[in-house]
């Protein structure tokens, strides 16, 4: 029901470790995946994304790792500050169209 | 360069009452999407636009829901009336247009209350 999306899985981490955030995928048939990192009132903010055919893709302070074997995927999130509060949600999407479809959230809070 | 603008930020109506969400895209961006958030969950497509054409309007519940982007650039998505349960953020998100995968750029939403 509604009450169930309301608790948001929570990783608590303090702030200069590294942080990694996990999302299972369901479409095997996906050609790209990105991350999403959203605060509070706003809209999704882009991250970084990975093609289907790579496994992994670095960015300034994050790395996003693709498991196609277990359809995982992981956003690293090195050196960790006070402004990476934020929920982050995997999406994935194929190249036929524009149409991505969102995953579950992952709050991420900072321990100072 | 502008980001994505919505208006109003925030809505809050009785139910049974219309309402109206309005978006403007980023400048050059063909294509335009309308999207549900629920509290806690990720965002759910309502409807995309290429241009004025509503090429997915599958997830858009017909009966109460409607959209519009009439010169192909602002778009308006209407609920009449609003019911309880459509109590949400509606997200509006561009992208370029072209094969395969476009990056999209999120508004800041509306946040709808119905009472």
């Known amino acids: 029901g509604e009450s169930v999306g309301l608790h948001l899985p929570t990783l608590s981490v303090q702030e200069g470790d590294n942080s990694i955030i996990n999302c299972a995928y369901s479409n095997s048939a996906s050609d790209y995946f990105i991350w999403y990192k959203q605060e509070s009132g706003k809209g999704p903010q882009f991250i970084i994304d990975i093609r289907s055919n790579m496994d992994k893709r670095q960015g300034q302070r994050v790395t996003v790792l693709l498991n196609k074997t277990v359809k995982h995927l992981s956003l690293q999130i090195a050196a960790t500050q006070p402004g990476d509060s934020a929920v982050y949600f995997c999406?994935?999407?194929?190249?036929?169209?524009?149409?991505?479809?969102f995953g579950k959230g992952t709050r991420l809070h900072i321990l100072p | 360069e502008a980001g994505v603008v919505q208006s109003p930020r925030y809505k809050i109506i009785e139910k049974k009452q219309p309402v109206a969400f309005w978006c403007n895209p980023i400048?050059?961006?063909?294509?335009l999407y309308w999207y549900l958030q629920n509290l806690g969950q990720g965002p759910e497509l309502l409807i995309r636009?290429?241009?004025?054409?509503?090429?997915?309007d599958s997830q858009l519940p017909k009966d109460r829901f409607s959209a519009e982007r009439l010169k192909g650039v602002d778009s308006t998505l209407k609920i009449q009336p609003a019911e309880l349960g459509d109590s949400a953020v509606y997200l509006c998100?561009?992208?370029?247009?072209?094969?395969?995968?476009?990056?999209?750029?999120f508004g800041p939403g509306t946040r709808l209350t119905v009472l």
């Open positions: 636009y290429e241009n004025e054409e509503a090429v997915d």
């Open positions: 999406a994935e999407g194929k190249n036929r169209d524009d149409k991505i479809i």
């Open positions: 400048s050059g961006h063909n294509t």
């Open positions: 998100a561009s992208s370029p247009s072209g094969p395969g995968y476009n990056e999209q750029f």
